[in-house]
């Protein structure tokens, strides 16, 4: 089949004669050995020679054992293993032209002219320079007779591409380093725990975590975990915090909380330099308020364990886009680095990159903070101005009154990340102005008015609870209008915040139909009394009353049938706004929701576990069913994270033919040294080839070779602390929309009262690619298939190409997307980090 002339595919593209290398340097990361097998399995599939570099930069220098082809099943199981199986070493040698002499000698006689490194900037920085001066490198070796002329035409070019495998994400150019998600998960795992013991003692907890240099870990997990206080390198409090802090600490306590967290990155210091290390923290609540006090310096625990399900994709996807640019480079062009642009994987030019993260340290230095921290990119900046605006509450004297009361509910199935929503709205529209009410149970708790007001500290602590505190339920409004319309004017309500998945989206589109049938008619109307009979009720005269005028025209009924077109409900004429918080990730109009990386974690730890359970059992198949409705991005992006062998949805249909290449792709891999598979199926993918149907097709035709297990999930994809993700996007999403719900209370309030009856005043707040934008419910109709409760365009079907190569199945895979961003470091430095992380 001819494919469209705007798609690039790679079978263009052959790797036939060339050799790559891989390598893991600096500091470990996790994720770093789903990077290692990205690039070996993807290399090997385009027909090149692929090979380990053991211990970085150490093992290229010493070269022998350290340099070893890697095979297909070599990389088997790497996916859930913490750190680099390859190994990673720190090389003095390396820096000295000497030790790169080496290095150079031992690719050449490997024939290895593409090099793919994984690392920090040191890492990069270091593999441009050795690129550089290969040609120079080269010469030498032919003088001391090491290779001869032949070898140094046949290998004159050195090719390089970096992943940045970093837990600070601090590396200008991407949205996210390969690392840092794993790290904040285990800090979260750990202040979740310590929570529950400061509660218990009311003590004050002081957590040291990593960032020498950059104090990104140290503000997302305090915006993860509404820490009271966070001190980092970028941002050094302004003199006399001290004082601040413990007021802040001792206020916090005298509302009834029971514990204080406060987050130090270790490079923390104050505005003149000086270091404030967690000791110095610890000692000085001590003597200031006399609180129990404990430190916790989390250290190398930041660094281990299993990688997040983010993690995995993130650095499959560059691992195999890194692939695909030293296919494509040339002698002319420049050291690439792989990098994360909102959903999409670009490259960009390495030094350019390397340099604008130099630039923040030497912001830093010269002590320019608030140019460093616009330096971080948006999403840090943003970071810090969330928390500012979550943490630190103004007293009652100081805060603003608006008059306006907005109210929040939760609409359909639970979702992590619910409540770290809810309470980032409750606190910005009280720093607003705003008097906040609470809905619970949604539309069915509004209609039986089940409304409370809620008040800053009714939400301390919310981040971290899973489910719906508030309650949810799938009710829609549409057959309770009248009594909702009834709780609004009865509470006054003049703005709702809807959190919720598809019934959300459909229960925003239902009161907006309520508001009236026709917007055309929401003008100003005024009826001048005319007719020969006098009888206009509210006038004592009529134009015309005196000459007998042929025509009575009933103007009163008239203007009635135009008010009642106008609006049948004025009470749902306020401004709306709906976040997308669904584990399924099927609303329209977003790329992701709130809830959705928490269930793929869920799925992605389960298959873990389940593929650990077969250890001891040669030749199984395990069949997974996931949750997601129609929706097959658990099953797809899970299966990618997991490590899946095949994973059928409804979106990408199959049939019984598919079936049985699939069995007989794994009746082929368990000859091998891989003798388990793994296979996810959604849940309403096909509704004849059912869990159970695959699960006995595989029995039956896998008989002899290996045999099978099912498990279905279920709702512990719901379940469970949310994610950091999750936790942050939920926060900050739910700010941003408050903020745009007081703009609109403003400009829709007239002579008393709000009246907001366009469509741009009920709008849904999605995440496309690298921003957050508002967009009218109606105007996604269109983008919806409302029967399968699914958008029609899905970012993420781009991605089962990619889990099929690396399962190693034939497949096309398009390019079209990928590449270059061309300009973006040189002339937008401040747009190269999304705004979602």
Same mark, same amino acid.
């Given at each position: 089949?001819?494919?469209?002339?705007?798609?690039?595919?790679?079978?263009?593209?052959?790797?036939?004669?060339?050799?790559?290398?891989?390598? +893991?340097?600096?500091?470990?990361?996790?994720?770093?050995?789903?990077?290692?097998?990205?690039?070996?399995?993807?290399?090997?599939?385009?027909?090149?020679?692929?090979?380990?570099?053991?211990?970085?930069?150490?093992?290229?220098?010493?070269?022998?054992?350290?340099?070893?082809?890697?095979?297909?099943?070599?990389?088997?199981?790497?996916?859930?293993?913490?750190? +680099?199986?390859?190994?990673?070493?720190?090389?003095? /040698?390396?820096?000295?032209?000497?030790?790169?002499?080496?290095?150079?000698?031992?690719?050449?006689?490997?024939?290895?002219?593409?090099?793919?490194?994984?690392?920090?900037?040191?890492?990069?920085?270091?593999?441009?320079?050795?690129?550089?001066?290969?040609?120079?490198?080269?010469?030498?070796?032919?003088?001391?007779?090491?290779?001869?002329?032949?070898?140094?035409?046949?290998?004159?070019?050195?090719?390089?591409?970096?992943?940045?495998?970093?837990?600070?994400?601090?590396?200008?150019?991407?949205?996210?380093?390969?690392?840092?998600?794993?790290?904040?998960?285990?800090?979260?795992?750990?202040?979740?725990?310590? &929570?529950?013991?400061?509660?218990?003692?009311?003590?004050?907890?002081?957590?040291?975590?990593?960032?020498?240099?950059?104090?990104?870990?140290?503000?997302?997990?305090?915006?993860?975990?509404?820490?009271?206080?966070?001190?980092?390198?970028?941002?050094?409090?302004?003199?006399?915090?001290?004082?601040?802090?413990?007021?802040?600490?001792?206020?916090?306590?005298?509302?009834?909380?029971?514990?204080?967290?406060?987050?130090?990155?270790?490079?923390?210091?104050?505005?003149?330099?000086?270091?404030?290390?967690?000791?110095?923290?610890?000692?000085?609540?001590?003597?200031?308020?006399?609180?129990?006090?404990?430190? +916790?310096?989390?250290?190398?625990?930041?660094?281990?364990?299993?990688?997040?399900?983010?993690?995995?994709?993130?650095?499959?996807?560059?691992?195999?886009?890194?692939?695909?640019?030293?296919?494509?480079?040339?002698?002319?062009?420049?050291?690439?680095?792989?990098?994360?642009?909102?959903? #999409?994987?670009?490259?960009?030019?390495?030094?350019?990159?390397?340099?604008?993260?130099?630039?923040?340290?030497?912001?830093?230095?010269?002590?320019?903070?608030?140019?460093?921290?616009?330096?971080?990119?948006?999403?840090?900046?943003?970071?810090?101005?969330?928390?500012?605006?979550?943490?630190?509450?103004?007293?009652?004297?100081?805060?603003?009154?608006?008059?306006?009361?907005?109210? *929040?509910?939760?609409?359909?199935?639970?979702?992590?990340? &619910?409540?770290?929503?809810?309470?980032?709205?409750?606190?910005?529209?009280?720093?607003?102005?705003?008097?906040?009410?609470?809905?619970?149970?949604?539309?069915?708790?509004?209609?039986?008015?089940?409304?409370?007001?809620?008040?800053?500290?009714?939400?301390?602590?919310?981040?971290?609870?899973?489910?719906?505190?508030?309650?949810?339920?799938?009710?829609?409004?549409?057959?309770?209008?009248?009594?909702?319309? /009834?709780?609004?004017?009865?509470?006054?309500?003049?703005?709702?915040?809807?959190?919720?998945?598809?019934?959300?989206?459909?229960?925003?589109?239902?009161?907006?139909?309520?508001?009236?049938?026709?917007?055309?008619?929401?003008?100003?109307?005024?009826?001048?009394?005319?007719?020969?009979?006098?009888?206009?009720?509210?006038?004592?005269?009529?134009?015309?009353?005196?000459?007998?005028?042929?025509?009575?025209?009933?103007?009163? /009924?008239?203007?009635?049938?135009?008010?009642?077109?106008?609006?049948?409900?004025?009470?749902?004429? *306020?401004?709306?706004?709906?976040?997308?918080?669904?584990?399924?990730?099927?609303?329209?109009?977003?790329?992701?929701?709130?809830?959705?990386?928490?269930?793929?974690?869920?799925?992605?730890?389960?298959?873990?576990?389940?593929?650990?359970?077969?250890?001891?059992?040669?030749?199984?198949?395990?069949?997974?069913?996931? &949750?997601?409705?129609?929706?097959?991005?658990?099953?797809?992006?899970?299966?990618?994270?997991?490590?899946?062998?095949?994973?059928?949805?409804?979106?990408?249909?199959?049939?019984?033919?598919?079936?049985?290449?699939?069995?007989?792709?794994?009746?082929?891999?368990?000859?091998?040294?891989?003798?388990?598979?793994?296979?996810?199926?959604?849940?309403?993918?096909?509704?004849?080839?059912?869990?159970?149907?695959?699960?006995?097709?595989?029995?039956?035709?896998?008989?002899?070779?290996?045999?099978?297990?099912?498990?279905?999930?279920?709702?512990? #994809?719901?379940?469970?602390?949310?994610?950091?993700?999750?936790?942050?996007?939920?926060?900050?999403?739910?700010?941003?929309?408050?903020?745009?719900?007081?703009?609109?209370?403003?400009?829709?309030?007239?002579?008393?009262?709000?009246?907001?009856?366009?469509?741009?005043?009920?709008?849904?707040?999605?995440?496309?690619?690298?921003?957050?934008?508002?967009?009218?419910?109606?105007?996604?109709?269109?983008?919806?298939?409302?029967?399968?409760?699914?958008?029609?365009?899905?970012?993420?079907?781009?991605?089962?190409?990619?889990?099929? *190569?690396?399962?190693?199945?034939? +497949?096309?895979?398009?390019?079209?997307?990928?590449?270059?961003?061309?300009?973006?470091?040189?002339?937008?430095?401040?747009?190269?980090?999304?705004?979602?992380?």
């Amino acid at each position: 089949m001819a494919q469209p002339d705007n798609k690039r595919f790679f079978e263009n593209l052959t790797g036939s004669g060339k050799a790559i290398a891989v390598l +893991t340097s600096g500091g470990d990361a996790q994720g770093m050995n789903a990077a290692v097998r990205a690039v070996v399995r993807m290399g090997i599939y385009v027909g090149a020679k692929v090979y380990f570099i053991h211990e970085g930069y150490q093992g290229m220098v010493d070269g022998g054992d350290n340099i070893k082809e890697a095979t297909w099943e070599s990389v088997s199981s790497m996916l859930q293993v913490g750190g +680099t199986v390859i190994g990673s070493a720190r090389c003095k /040698e390396f820096r000295a032209r000497e030790g790169r002499l080496k290095a150079a000698h031992n690719l050449v006689q490997h024939g290895i002219t593409n090099l793919c490194v994984i690392g920090g900037d040191g890492s990069l920085t270091g593999a441009n320079l050795f690129r550089e001066e290969w040609s120079g490198l080269l010469a030498e070796l032919v003088e001391q007779g090491l290779i001869d002329e032949e070898a140094a035409q046949r290998y004159s070019a050195l090719h390089i591409v970096g992943m940045v495998g970093s837990i600070d994400n601090d590396f200008c150019g991407t949205d996210m380093t390969i690392g840092t998600d794993s790290a904040l998960h285990r800090i979260i795992e750990v202040v979740d725990a310590i &929570m529950t013991t400061a509660q218990s003692h009311q003590r004050t907890f002081v957590l040291e975590v990593m960032g020498r240099h950059c104090g990104y870990l140290a503000l997302v997990s305090a915006l993860a975990c509404g820490a009271d206080w966070v001190l980092i390198p970028e941002m050094p409090p302004e003199d006399g915090w001290e004082d601040k802090m413990c007021q802040k600490l001792s206020a916090t306590r005298s509302r009834g909380s029971r514990l204080n967290i406060i987050i130090v990155a270790e490079g923390a210091i104050d505005r003149h330099g000086k270091p404030i290390t967690s000791s110095i923290v610890k000692d000085l609540v001590v003597r200031c308020l006399g609180f129990d006090t404990r430190v +916790t310096i989390l250290g190398h625990v930041q660094r281990g364990g299993t990688p997040s399900a983010f993690d995995r994709i993130l650095a499959s996807r560059m691992g195999v886009e890194a692939v695909l640019a030293l296919l494509e480079t040339t002698a002319n062009t420049p050291a690439y680095v792989v990098s994360l642009c909102g959903n #999409q994987s670009v490259r960009l030019p390495l030094m350019e990159c390397v340099q604008m993260t130099q630039e923040v340290q030497k912001a830093m230095d010269e002590k320019r903070f608030e140019e460093a921290v616009k330096l971080r990119g948006r999403s840090f900046e943003n970071n810090l101005k969330t928390y500012k605006l979550l943490a630190h509450r103004k007293p009652e004297s100081e805060l603003p009154h608006s008059g306006f009361n907005v109210a *929040i509910l939760n609409v359909g199935a639970p979702a992590a990340g &619910m409540n770290a929503a809810v309470r980032s709205a409750v606190r910005v529209g009280i720093s607003e102005g705003h008097k906040m009410f609470a809905v619970n149970d949604g539309f069915e708790g509004f209609y039986k008015g089940q409304i409370r007001e809620i008040k800053w500290a009714d939400v301390g602590g919310w981040t971290g609870q899973g489910g719906s505190l508030l309650g949810t339920k799938r009710t829609l409004p549409a057959k309770h209008v009248e009594k909702i319309a /009834e709780q609004i004017r009865q509470h006054n309500i003049n703005a709702l915040l809807v959190i919720g998945g598809f019934e959300a989206y459909l229960g925003l589109l239902e009161l907006l139909a309520a508001r009236g049938k026709y917007d055309e008619f929401c003008v100003p109307m005024v009826m001048v009394p005319a007719t020969v009979s006098n009888n206009i009720p509210g006038s004592e005269f009529s134009i015309g009353a005196d000459t007998a005028l042929n025509a009575i025209t009933d103007a009163i /009924e008239c203007l009635t049938q135009l008010f009642e077109a106008r609006s049948k409900f004025e009470e749902f004429c *306020i401004p709306m706004c709906m976040l997308p918080a669904t584990i399924s990730n099927n609303v329209p109009g977003t790329d992701l929701s709130i809830g959705a990386d928490t269930a793929l974690n869920a799925i992605v730890e389960t298959c873990d576990r389940i593929k650990q359970s077969a250890s001891g059992t040669k030749r199984r198949v395990f069949i997974i069913e996931t &949750m997601g409705g129609y929706c097959g991005y658990l099953a797809t992006v899970g299966g990618l994270a997991a490590g899946a062998d095949a994973a059928y949805i409804y979106e990408e249909p199959f049939d019984i033919r598919e079936l049985q290449a699939n069995v007989e792709h794994l009746t082929d891999k368990m000859k091998t040294s891989i003798q388990r598979g793994l296979v996810l199926r959604n849940e309403n993918c096909n509704d004849n080839y059912t869990t159970d149907f695959i699960y006995q097709l595989y029995s039956e035709e896998g008989k002899g070779v290996f045999d099978c297990r099912k498990n279905v999930l279920g709702h512990m #994809q719901q379940g469970g602390a949310p994610s950091p993700f999750d936790r942050n996007f939920g926060t900050k999403i739910s700010a941003k929309a408050m903020q745009w719900i007081t703009k609109k209370l403003q400009e829709t309030y007239r002579q008393g009262r709000v009246f907001a009856n366009t469509e741009d005043s009920c709008c849904l707040l999605g995440m496309r690619r690298r921003a957050l934008i508002f967009q009218p419910v109606v105007q996604l109709k269109d983008e919806t298939d409302s029967v399968h409760r699914i958008p029609k365009e899905q970012w993420w079907l781009k991605l089962r190409p990619l889990m099929k *190569i690396l399962a190693k199945y034939k +497949t096309s895979y398009d390019v079209s997307d990928s590449g270059q961003l061309e300009h973006v470091v040189r002339n937008r430095p401040k747009d190269l980090d999304a705004s979602t992380l």
